[in-house]
Each structure stands twice: as structure tokens, then as C-alpha cells.
């Protein structure tokens, strides 16, 4: 996305200056979502073992989303944090792991304990998405499965801009807005109502 505007000082020269944020970059609230979990979040922050879209560009949906991303994070992180303690003080899964890197069974680097690698607007509904690790425990896994889809269903209801009660707009490129956020854009036609 390109802005153009004219020179400063020459009304007839236009000068193209760049809204895109340089890679890396990520609004202050997004770095406090990402600083509050870590363990959750890790890919941020080692972009080098872990290439994803939220290490590249950050969470890509509107702040209104964030307080269910953060309530989602909460619950996420506390399971994580049971599955380290849990899984990683087994000496049989130390092994498995210690075995895989030695022998270079991994393929490419793929993580130990689940981790976000992608949150995005996708068709008026949050979509968190969540690698699965090799110590994952299927019962933890299972439930971290559930709180990421309730926070899909709950999406459906909340203005991604603002954050209170909204509808789906098909008209808005399928997003989900609350009337004081949405462009008048004249009538709204029926299937909007």
C-alpha cells in the first residue's frame, strides 16, 4: 500500500511514501500480547527455528479481536506450561527428543511444545493457528483444539475493530462490524440486515 502526496515545496512532484510496516514491526499492543506469553508466542521471537506468518507479520486482525486473543492465549499458555512441566520431566520424552535431534529425525525444525504460528481474520471469524509438538499430551492437545475453536465462535459476535457486540457483513469483504464501525455505503441490501 502506497500513500501519494504532493513534494513538500513543488505542487507538481508527487511523492510515494509506504503504510506498510517494515518486517519485524509489530504495534504495542500486539508486543504486549507477545511479552505475556511466551511460551505460547515463542515463533516472534525466534523467527530463525520457527518461520511463520505471526513472525513475519504480526497478528493480522483488528484490535477489537485482541481482548479474545488474549483470553484464548491465557488459557493456551496455562495448558503449555502444565504440558512442560509435566511432559519434559519424563525421562523416556527427554530421550525422544535428545534421540531425535542427535539423529536428525526432524526434518526441518519442528517444535517440542505446541506453538502459534499464525492469527488472522479469515471469512468474519478469528483464526488462531496452533503447530502440534511432539510431547504434546492428546488429552492437553484436545483442549487447547477447543479453546481456539470457541474463540472462532465467539469472533462471529464481536466487531473486530472495536470490540463490542457486532454482526457478519458480507458486503465489508466478510467482516464482522458493529454499526458505529461499518462505511455508510447507502442501502444496505437484505442478506446484511
Not at 43 to 71: D, K, M, R
Not at 111 to 126: E, F, H, R, S
Not at 155 to 173: D, F, I, L, Q
Request: net charge negative; hydrophobic share 40%.
Amino acid at each position: 500500500m502506497t500513500e501519494v502526496e504532493l513534494a513538500a515545496g513543488n505542487p507538481n512532484v508527487a511523492e510515494r511514501r509506504s503504510n506498510v510496516r517494515p518486517r519485524g514491526s509489530v504495534p504495542a499492543e500486539q508486543s504486549a500480547l507477545f511479552a505475556k506469553f511466551p511460551l505460547l508466542f515463542r515463533a516472534v521471537a525466534s523467527q530463525e527455528v520457527h518461520p511463520s506468518n505471526i513472525g513475519n507479520f504480526g497478528i493480522q486482525c483488528g484490535t477489537g479481536w485482541y481482548p479474545l486473543i488474549e483470553e484464548a492465549a491465557r488459557l493456551i499458555e496455562h495448558e503449555l506450561l502444565e504440558m512442560s512441566r509435566n511432559q519434559l520431566v519424563q525421562s523416556k520424552n527427554i530421550a525422544a527428543l535428545e534421540h531425535a535431534v542427535l539423529m536428525e529425525n526432524t526434518g526441518k525444525p519442528y517444535p517440542v511444545l505446541p506453538l502459534c504460528t499464525d492469527i488472522q481474520q479469515v471469512n468474519g471469524a478469528l483464526a488462531i493457528v496452533i503447530v502440534q509438538g511432539f510431547l504434546v499430551d492428546p488429552v492437553v492437545w484436545q483442549r487447547v483444539l477447543a479453546v481456539v475453536h470457541a474463540t472462532r465462535e465467539k469472533s462471529r459476535a464481536v466487531c473486530e475493530n472495536c470490540g463490542v457486540p457486532g454482526k457478519m457483513r458480507p458486503v465489508y469483504w466478510r467482516h464482522v462490524y458493529c454499526e458505529d464501525c461499518i462505511a455508510p455505503i447507502g442501502p444496505l441490501d437484505d442478506e446484511d440486515e
